[in-house]
């Protein structure tokens, strides 16, 4: 089974990424924004959120002792944070300045990995916050990393749709063309699997791409062989582009997240499907296992983590948690109700609402006078709580996503003053303002701008007005 025990929702916009260390767990968002919670409780840490990224945070990750966490982002630089007190350690630069999409700190924590829009991938010395070694990748933004347990070589993977593998001096030894619409995450397991015909063992690798599928791998690293992957298997179940893929800490579970915001999770011996989450109501963009125990995060573009617990003992092939937006939610049967109540923290209610009949439609229509006098709910802490919680889901339903048109792509924010650049994007006037003050690329295409005049979009910002008129009404 696995179980919705915990929802975050602190994040005013898309989450990113999500990363566990033994203590905490830590989360990044387009709202600029890492924030980190105690895995005791789920509650966040006094320091948290932290702030210091000019534009949207893309990727977390923790080094592997859990005290330093570093976070990259659109504004073309990794941070590393003290975990203990939030304390901003260092501001890695770049080079180009492109937005830096994915990092990881190496096995030994002696580097972090940068790879960024541009194709450019860098290792920094995290001792001397000094640029180690560079390169770049052939075409197309570095989307992805993954480091081997051993640290003697890395993955990269590009929007190109190639896999590389880079030795711990930033040689390139092999690149394979793995997913035709580009590479969007990749994960190597910390436990080798071995080949009982040759004597040899293989590190196990994940990748998803916009090709919606999620493939397995075999590599193999030798001196005397070189590197050598092997395809492995497609695991299907996705009918969308899949955007997050990562091994479980004993590497006997995959899990992935997609467009079709589905979290299904694998058994990585069989490739047979032993859960497929549906909670979340937006794209799922990234999903975690906790390296020693038995929870999972997941984040989507509707603003949520959610965290789940596993039961590792006895996964049951084909168990779903159902999606309640699949369902309006004055559609919902006294059971979906019930399960709703328990997402909620509200499970000791699923008695009264089913002696009482209440569905979709009835839970909608509650009021305080009925929870009182109906339901008999006597505590008034109890009544507000249920009617929060009911208040929420109202919210949910009639809430209306902003196109994603009129958002700034550099702010992730609704345009107030939208203006063209040469490079045929529309920004926000301020935002590209700050952004050419700095640089002379385009944030989009990572190209040069022929020229720095900005035109204003009127015809957008009518489009702006007009919706934002509607939503009023």
Request: glycine share 6%.
């Amino acid at each position: 089974m696995a179980t919705l025990i915990h929802t975050l929702a602190d994040h005013s916009d898309d989450v990113n990424y999500c990363a566990f260390s033994t203590s905490c767990l830590a989360t990044c968002s387009l709202d600029k924004t890492i924030r980190v919670y105690s895995l005791s409780d789920f509650t966040e840490l006094p320091y948290s959120p932290l702030e210091g990224h000019a534009y949207a945070v893309h990727c977390c990750c923790f080094s592997p002792s859990g005290r330093v966490l570093a976070s990259c982002s659109t504004d073309g630089t990794a941070a590393l944070w003290d975990s203990r007190d939030g304390r901003r350690l260092a501001v890695l630069q770049q080079p180009g300045a492109s937005p830096v999409r994915v990092c990881r700190f190496s096995p030994d924590a002696a580097y972090l990995l940068a790879g960024a829009a541009d194709g450019s991938v860098v290792l920094w010395n995290v001792q001397s916050l000094k640029l180690y070694r560079s390169g770049k990748v052939k075409g197309g933004s570095l989307m992805a990393c993954a480091f081997s347990p051993n640290g003697n070589f890395f993955v990269t993977g590009s929007s190109s749709g190639d896999l590389t593998i880079w030795d711990d001096k930033m040689r390139c030894l092999y690149n394979e063309k793995a997913h035709d619409l580009g590479v969007t995450c990749c994960d190597i397991s910390s436990h080798p699997v071995s080949d009982s015909e040759n004597g040899v063992k293989y590190f196990q690798m994940a990748s998803c791409g916009q090709d919606n599928q999620l493939k397995l791998w075999l590599i193999l690293f030798a001196d005397f062989l070189g590197v050598q992957l092997k395809y492995k298997c497609t695991l299907n179940g996705h009918s969308a582009p899949v955007l997050a893929c990562a091994f479980s800490y004993d590497g006997r579970l995959i899990v992935s997240g997609s467009v079709d915001k589905c979290v299904i999770i694998y058994e990585t011996s069989t490739g047979n499907i032993l859960h497929t989450l549906s909670q979340h109501t937006r794209y799922v963009t990234t999903c975690a296992f906790a390296p020693h125990s038995p929870l999972l995060a997941t984040g989507s573009m509707d603003k949520t983590v959610h965290i789940w617990q596993l039961d590792l003992k006895q996964p049951c092939a084909g168990d779903t948690v159902e999606n309640e937006s699949k369902v309006a939610v004055e559609d919902w049967s006294e059971d979906d109700v019930s399960a709703w109540l328990c997402t909620q923290d509200l499970a000791d209610f699923v008695g009264l609402f089913k002696m009482n009949n209440i569905d979709g439609k009835e839970l909608l229509n509650l009021t305080k006078e009925s929870l009182a006098n109906e339901l008999k709910i006597e505590s008034l802490g109890l009544r507000s709580k249920v009617l929060q919680k009911i208040e929420e889901l109202r919210m949910t339903m009639i809430s209306v996503s902003v196109p994603d048109e009129f958002l700034c792509p550099i702010t992730r924010e609704l345009m107030n003053d939208p203006v063209i650049a040469t490079d045929g994007y529309s920004y926000e006037r301020e935002a590209m303002e700050n952004w050419i003050s700095n640089r002379r690329s385009s944030p989009m295409t990572n190209l040069p701008l022929h020229s720095l005049m900005l035109t204003p979009n009127r015809t957008l910002k009518m489009a702006i007005s007009r919706w934002l008129e509607n939503q009023q009404k």
